[in-house]
């Protein structure tokens, strides 16, 4: 199956280079999730940046090598900007202040990456800063490490000021009729969101009696009625973590809630 679909990236890789300019591209296959897969880097001459487009989908969907080969052309110029845009912060870098409206706070698991970032404990969890950037197309983020607070000549906890002064929208949707799920606009990231003043209150308007708070993943969290059984959720969220949550978005096997705006696992709690 493997060389049929590798024969089938050569035929893309030959439509792209009759409607692109400049790139070279090599077929290779990828391990992602347990899974193999066959990608196209496709690099830019003089740049860095190498994005690699996995054809799998569209050899299972019968998509003919050159329709596919205009589709990525466009996601290959989207990529082609967004790594101007990358560069250009790249190279504005120690200008702090121009960098302040473009960070952002996520919520990661503690392990060796987080702790290596700038962080700050958020119950049991690391409360970290990316800078943004990118285009309309697409965005990209940088993390933000000791490192930048010594070019940036500030301390970690003024970066963590200027980061959650950037306010982003709770946005609470229903799923099922039963879920509520809570992220950002984008779904992206978009548990941190928990952090926000105006969480609390917008999730109160739908649980007047209390909410746990279950975390689905680094993108969004679940809210649900504060009498449902705490033992039960903790059992659900390490079974969805296992079974559907790939690891590198998962946060933790634990419910939290918020007690006087503050974060906390139930244990914690307790």
Same mark, same amino acid.
């Given at each position: 199956?493997?060389?049929?679909?590798?024969? *089938?990236?050569?035929?893309?890789?030959?439509?792209?280079?009759?409607?692109?300019?400049?790139?070279?591209?090599?077929?290779?296959?990828?391990?992602?999730?347990?899974?193999?897969?066959?990608?196209?880097l496709c690099r830019m001459e003089g740049s860095n940046v190498a994005p690699t487009i996995y054809v799998?989908?569209? *050899?299972?969907?019968?998509?003919?090598?050159?329709?596919?080969?205009?589709?990525?052309?466009?996601?290959?110029?989207?990529?082609?900007?967004?790594?101007k845009s990358i560069e250009a912060v790249t190279d504005s870098f120690s200008n702090f202040a121009g960098l302040k409206d473009k960070l952002k706070i996520t919520l990661l698991p503690v392990n060796s990456y987080s702790d290596s970032l700038c962080h700050k404990m958020v119950a049991d969890l690391n409360e970290v800063v990316y800078v943004i950037v990118g285009t309309p197309q697409g965005?990209?983020?940088?993390?933000?490490?000791?490192?930048?607070?010594?070019?940036w000549d500030i301390t970690e906890d003024e970066l963590f000021e200027a980061a959650e002064a950037n306010h982003e929208k709770v946005c609470i949707k229903s799923f099922y009729g039963f879920l509520q799920v809570a992220?950002?606009?984008?779904?992206?990231?978009?548990?941190?969101?928990?952090?926000?003043?105006?969480?609390?209150?917008?999730?109160?308007?739908?649980?007047?009696?209390?909410? *746990?708070?279950?975390?689905?993943?680094?993108?969004?969290?679940?809210?649900?009625?504060r009498t449902a059984d705490v033992n039960m959720l903790k059992a659900m969220v390490r079974e969805v973590n296992e079974t559907t949550v790939i690891p590198e978005?998962?946060?933790s096997d634990n419910v939290y809630e918020l007690l006087d705006g503050k974060l906390v696992t139930v244990d914690m709690a307790a």
């Open positions: 199956m493997m060389n049929e679909i590798k024969n *089938y990236a050569a035929e893309v890789v030959e439509a792209l280079k009759e409607i692109t300019e400049g790139y070279i591209f090599k077929i290779k296959e990828v391990e992602k999730s347990g899974t193999t897969l066959c990608g196209i799998d989908g569209d *050899y299972e969907d019968g998509t003919l090598p050159e329709f596919a080969a205009e589709r990525y052309r466009k996601v290959l110029e989207e990529s082609a900007e967004q790594a965005a990209g983020k940088i993390a933000v490490k000791p490192e930048h607070l010594r070019v992220s950002n606009e984008e779904m992206v990231d978009g548990a941190s969101v928990i952090l926000e003043p105006e969480f609390n209150e917008k999730a109160m308007e739908l649980f007047p009696d209390g909410y *746990y708070i279950l975390p689905s993943s680094r993108h969004e969290v679940i809210l649900v009625d978005e998962r946060l």
